[in-house]
């Protein structure tokens, strides 16, 4: 669940404020601590609301749209959606598989399309997220209800604890990640050619489709459903769904969230086996990113998949679950 150059600390965020760092220094964050009150970013709400009406009107396009151009649409959506997946995700997050150069490089061209932050902030905060879920360090904790782990967050000024546990996170493999930092310093660019001109240019060259419909349905629609698929990670798969895994943590199976996010709605199988590549144990069930990186494997593009056992599984929920039903 959706997702700049802000230091924020999350699973995902295309626009957000200008960096913590110049926001919050240690001094004024120590200050503060858990006491500091609410504040709106104006410049993100205005931002959320118009990205939203675009994509609002780019519903009311669709009948003008040429299947071609709809097929198109829903191709960038699964690639930008890999790029954060199969890419920031159960790549770089949680090294849970390894991919070769070519298929590195195309991952951190779909994370640019994307546009949820780049690699190495996407990391850092999805780092954060899991070391510290649902606590003030934890920039989207659902125990602040639905609106804000699902956007809100993005909308105020992050809780100081955010900021001090991001910097104390261990990042030398980001960095020395030549892929990474790359696309971290041509960020951008890489997103203006990626998330908005590409979508919106291939439809009109390569069939004459206009524009207007181009932009707004390959550019802003799929941008803005891609957003929002993400952050329903973030709010609705650590609030609604059982805990088979483990009842102690609040995040849940949740399986519109696992198909609308291509995966990742297996969320309490993911919060107790986080080197799990495929984010559950179901295989390609509701989970097209497990099924690409097989694929990737299969063409010996990856290698080095990392997996939970079935023993382990079994015994892992047999102790900590909730007793309900485990289906894929």
């Not at 118009?50 to 071609?68: E, N, Q, R, S, T």
């Not at 310093?185 to 291939?202: D, E, N, Q, T």
Request: contains cysteine; hydrophobic residues 45%.
């Amino acid at each position: 669940m959706p997702e700049s150059s802000c230091s924020t600390h999350g699973e995902s965020n295309g626009i957000t404020e200008k960096s913590l760092e110049d926001v919050f220094d240690d001094t004024y964050a120590e200050k503060v601590g858990s006491r500091r009150p609410w504040t709106l970013v104006w410049r993100n709400i205005w931002v959320m609301a118009i990205l939203h009406a675009g994509a609002l009107y780019g519903v009311f396009l669709i009948p003008d749209a040429c299947a071609l151009t709809l097929i198109w649409s829903f191709v960038c959506f699964y690639i930008s959606a890999l790029g954060v997946t199969a890419g920031a995700h159960r790549l770089w997050s949680h090294r849970s598989y390894t991919a070769t150069p070519p298929l590195r490089a195309f991952l951190a061209l779909a994370n640019s399309m994307a546009f949820q932050n780049d690699i190495y902030e996407w990391a850092r905060d999805h780092r954060v997220h899991h070391k510290y879920s649902e606590t003030d360090a934890d920039p989207h904790n659902a125990k602040r209800g639905f609106f804000f782990a699902h956007v809100g967050w993005l909308l105020i000024r992050k809780h100081p604890d955010v900021i001090e546990k991001g910097r104390k996170l261990e990042l030398s493999d980001l960095k020395a990640d030549k892929v990474v930092m790359f696309q971290r310093r041509h960020y951008k660019l890489s997103v203006l050619i990626l998330c908005f001109l590409v979508p919106m240019m291939v439809p009109w060259y390569f069939w004459g489709e206009s524009l207007l419909v181009g932009y707004f349905l390959p550019g802003l629609l799929r941008y803005t459903a891609a957003l929002n698929a993400t952050w329903l990670v973030n709010s609705a798969a650590h609030m609604w769904g059982n805990r088979p895994y483990d009842r102690n943590i609040n995040p849940r199976e949740n399986p519109i969230v696992a198909f609308s996010a291509m995966g990742e709605g297996f969320h309490n199988y993911h919060h107790t086996f986080p080197f799990d590549y495929a984010t559950s144990e179901f295989g390609w069930s509701f989970n097209l990113t497990t099924a690409f990186i097989d694929l990737m494997c299969f063409l010996r593009l990856a290698s080095g998949r990392r997996s939970a056992t079935r023993e382990m599984i079994t015994a892992r929920a047999q102790r900590t679950g909730d007793g309900s039903p485990i289906s894929g």
